[in-house]
C-alpha cells in the first residue's frame, strides 16, 4: 500500500478520530474544570462532611487507575440502569478523574493566596461563596495556569484509554489500521505525529495564557 | 479546622454551618441510599454474588493477577530509574549532541498516550522480526514512557541545588564524575526520593494498561472472572479490583508522603558523610 492509497484509504476515517480525541479531550476537560472548582471549594469549605467528602473523593480518583475507573463506570453505571454509550462514559469519567486533579492544583493555588485577599475580602462583607467566586479563586488560577496546563495535556492523553470501552479515538483506529494490514509503523507514526502536534499546539496555547494572565509568586 | 478563608465564626455564623452541615449528610445519606437501593433491585447486592468472590479458587485467581502487577511494576520501576538517571546525566551532559539526543527523546515518548506507545512495542518490534512477548512489551513500553518522566524528575532535582555546590566542588579540585556521585547526588536523591516514589504508584497503575494486550495483570484477571461464574458479574469483580488496586497505590503515596515531610524536619545525615569522602577524593585527584 503506497502512501497516497493510505491517505485516499484512511484519510476520512484519521480525521474523524482526530476530532473523536479532540472532542473528549475538550469536554472532559470543561467537566474537570467544573468538578475541581466544586471539590476544591468543599475541601476549604467550613463544613465538615463537605471537606471529608472532597478528601475521600480525591484519594479515590487519584489512586485508582483510570482503567478500572473507565470499568467501574460503565459497567457499575450499566447496573443503576444510566446506559451510557462509550464516549460519554469516558468524557465523564476522565472528567472525574482529571477533576481530583484539577482541585489538588487549584488548592496549592488557593494556599498561594495572600491572607491580606481574604481578610479584606471578608471585611468588606463578602460570605465563603462570594469570596472564593471573586477573590480567592481569580488569583488561585492565575498562580497554577502551568500545572494546570500540564493537566490538560494529560487528559488529552488520556483519553487513548476510552478504546477499552469501545469509543472510536485515534489510539483505537491505529490498532484497527494495524488490523487491517495497512502498515504497522506507518500507522503508528501517522497517529503519533497527530497527537505530537495536537499537544505541541495544546502546549504553545497555554504557554500564551501563562506569559498573559500568570501570577509570579 | 480554619484557614485563610474562614475567620472564628461567631454565633450565627456557627448555626449556618450546623444547618448546613445536616443538609449535606442528608444528601450524602440520600445518594447513597439511592445507589444501593438500585443496586439492589438489581439483584447486585445478593450475598451468593460476594461471598463467591472470596471463594479460595477466586482469590488464588486473583493473586496470581496482581502478582503479575507486581512482576510487571518492578521489572518496569527498576529499568525506568536505571535509564531515566542515564538519560539525566546525558540532558546535563556538555556535548551538545548528547543533550539534544536526550532531549528529543523525553519530548517525543513524554508527549505520546502510553498506550499507543504500548502498541508501538507491541506491534512494532513484531512487525521488524522481533518478538518481546507479552510481559517485555509491556515492559519496554513503560521503560520508554517513565524514564522519560523520571528524567525531567532527576533533571530537577539536580537543577534545584544551590549553584555553590558545583563551583565548592570544582575549588576543591573535583572532576565531573568525583563531584557527582559525591556532592550532587546524594543532596539531589534526597530531594527527589518523595517524587520518584509518587512515580513509581503511576507505573503501577499504568500496569493495568497491559490489559490491552492481554497481559494477564491483576485488571485483566478481574474482567475474565464473569466468564466462570454463575452469579459473579463484571460488577463485583471491579469493585474488587478498584478496591485492592486502590489500597496499594494510596499506601504507596502515604510513603511518599512520609519521606516528603521527614525531609522537611531532618538535615541531610548522607551529605555530612559524603562530605569526608569527597574532600579524600580530592586529594586523592590533587596528587595525582
Known amino acids: ?217 | 479546622m480554619s484557614n485563610v478563608l474562614i475567620e472564628e465564626l461567631g454565633p450565627k455564623g456557627k448555626a449556618r454551618v450546623r444547618l448546613w452541615t445536616w443538609i449535606a449528610v442528608a444528601a450524602m445519606v440520600a445518594i447513597g441510599a439511592w445507589i444501593l437501593w438500585t443496586l439492589g433491585k438489581q439483584g447486585q447486592l445478593e450475598a451468593d454474588r460476594w461471598t463467591e468472590m472470596f471463594a479460595p479458587a477466586t482469590l488464588e485467581f486473583l493473586a496470581g493477577g496482581l502478582l503479575n502487577t507486581f512482576r510487571a511494576a518492578v521489572t518496569a520501576g527498576a529499568l525506568s530509574i536505571f535509564f531515566g538517571f542515564a538519560l539525566a546525566m546525558a540532558r546535563i551532559a556538555r556535548p551538545a549532541w548528547a543533550r539534544a539526543l536526550a532531549t528529543g527523546y523525553v519530548e517525543f515518548f513524554r508527549a505520546l498516550p502510553l498506550l499507543l506507545t504500548i502498541f508501538m512495542v507491541y506491534f512494532g518490534a513484531s512487525a521488524l522480526g522481533f518478538d518481546l512477548g507479552i510481559f517485555w512489551s509491556l515492559v519496554v513500553a513503560l521503560v520508554l514512557y517513565n524514564s522519560a518522566v523520571l528524567s525531567e524528575i532527576f533533571r530537577a532535582g539536580i537543577r534545584s541545588l544551590d549553584k555553590g555546590q558545583t563551583e565548592a566542588a570544582q575549588a576543591i579540585g573535583l572532576p565531573y564524575w568525583p563531584m557527582m556521585r559525591l556532592i550532587i547526588l546524594p543532596q539531589a536523591v534526597r530531594r527527589m526520593i518523595p517524587a520518584i516514589i509518587a512515580q513509581m504508584a503511576t507505573l503501577t497503575k499504568d500496569v493495568s494498561l497491559g490489559f490491552v494486550i492481554s497481559y494477564a495483570e491483576f485488571v485483566a484477571r478481574g474482567s475474565r472472572l464473569e466468564a466462570f461464574s454463575e452469579y459473579t458479574t463484571n460488577f463485583q469483580a471491579y469493585v474488587m479490583v478498584a478496591v485492592v488496586y486502590f489500597t496499594l497505590i494510596w499506601a504507596m503515596a502515604r510513603i511518599a508522603r512520609y519521606f516528603e515531610e521527614r525531609q522537611k524536619t531532618q538535615p541531610a545525615l548522607a551529605v555530612a558523610e559524603a562530605d569526608d569522602e569527597a574532600i579524600s577524593v580530592a586529594e586523592e585527584a590533587a596528587a595525582g
Open chain 1, 1 to 217: 500500500m503506497s502512501w497516497s492509497e493510505f491517505f485516499d484509504t484512511y484519510g476520512t476515517r484519521l480525521l474523524e478520530a482526530t476530532w473523536e480525541t479532540v472532542q473528549m479531550s475538550l469536554l472532559s476537560f470543561a467537566i474537570a474544570i467544573v468538578v475541581g472548582v466544586i471539590i476544591v471549594s468543599f475541601r476549604v469549605s467550613p463544613i465538615p462532611p463537605l471537606v471529608t467528602f472532597a478528601t475521600v473523593f480525591v484519594s479515590i480518583f487519584r489512586n485508582t487507575p483510570l482503567l478500572v475507573l473507565f470499568f467501574l463506570a460503565f459497567f457499575g453505571l450499566g447496573e443503576l440502569n444510566l446506559v451510557f454509550s462509550g464516549f460519554t462514559t469516558a468524557v465523564v469519567a476522565l472528567g472525574l478523574y482529571t477533576g481530583a486533579y484539577m482541585s489538588e492544583a487549584l488548592r496549592s493555588g488557593i494556599n498561594s493566596v495572600p491572607q491580606g485577599q481574604a481578610e479584606a475580602g471578608r471585611a468588606i462583607g463578602l460570605g465563603f461563596v462570594q469570596l472564593l467566586r471573586l477573590i480567592v479563586i481569580p488569583q488561585a488560577v492565575r498562580t497554577v495556569i502551568a500545572p494546570i496546563g500540564n493537566l490538560f495535556i494529560a487528559n488529552a492523553k488520556n483519553t487513548a484509554v476510552a478504546l477499552t470501552i469501545s469509543a472510536p479515538e485515534l489510539t483505537a483506529l491505529s490498532r484497527r489500521m494495524i488490523n487491517d494490514a495497512a502498515g504497522t509503523w506507518r500507522s503508528l507514526l501517522v497517529v503519533a505525529a497527530i497527537y505530537l502536534v495536537l499537544l505541541l499546539l495544546a502546549g504553545w496555547g497555554f504557554r500564551g495564557f501563562e506569559e498573559r494572565y500568570a501570577i509570579k509568586r
